[in-house]
């Protein structure tokens, strides 16, 4: 059993910052890539950011020189740093986490998210 919760969300005027965690915890043997999905009200989910195991990393272009994504390995948490946030419809930010079990399972687990809104 593997549980995902993030945390950070909440409301920022345009300009602000927020910093987003996502902590796993379970029977976590390991985690591969890490990343970070947006979605707003009736529309689609989308990426935002990734980060694999060692460390490398890429971003949706909307993200790209504002947002960073780190993580802490002895942790199991993930980190979105978002700077320079920008107005727009208020989105749930959700963290996808690709996790090996201590059993020996593999799979792609979502958190429930945490709501981000930019608004003055």
């Known amino acids: 059993q593997v549980h995902l919760v993030e945390s950070g969300g909440g409301l920022v005027q345009p300009g602000g910052s927020l910093s987003l965690s996502c902590a796993a915890s379970?029977?976590?043997?390991?985690?591969?890539?890490m990343e970070w999905y947006r979605q707003a009200p009736g529309k689609q989910r989308e990426l935002v950011a990734i980060i694999a195991r060692i460390g490398s990393t890429d971003y949706a272009d909307s993200a790209k020189g504002r947002f960073t994504i780190s993580r802490d390995n002895a942790k199991n948490t993930v980190y979105l740093q978002m700077n320079s946030l920008k107005h727009e419809a208020p989105a749930v930010y959700l963290c996808n986490v690709d996790i090996k079990t201590i059993a020996g399972r593999r799979f792609v687990s979502w958190g429930r998210g945490t709501q981000v809104t930019v608004s003055s």
């Open positions: 379970g029977s976590i043997f390991r985690i591969y890539n």
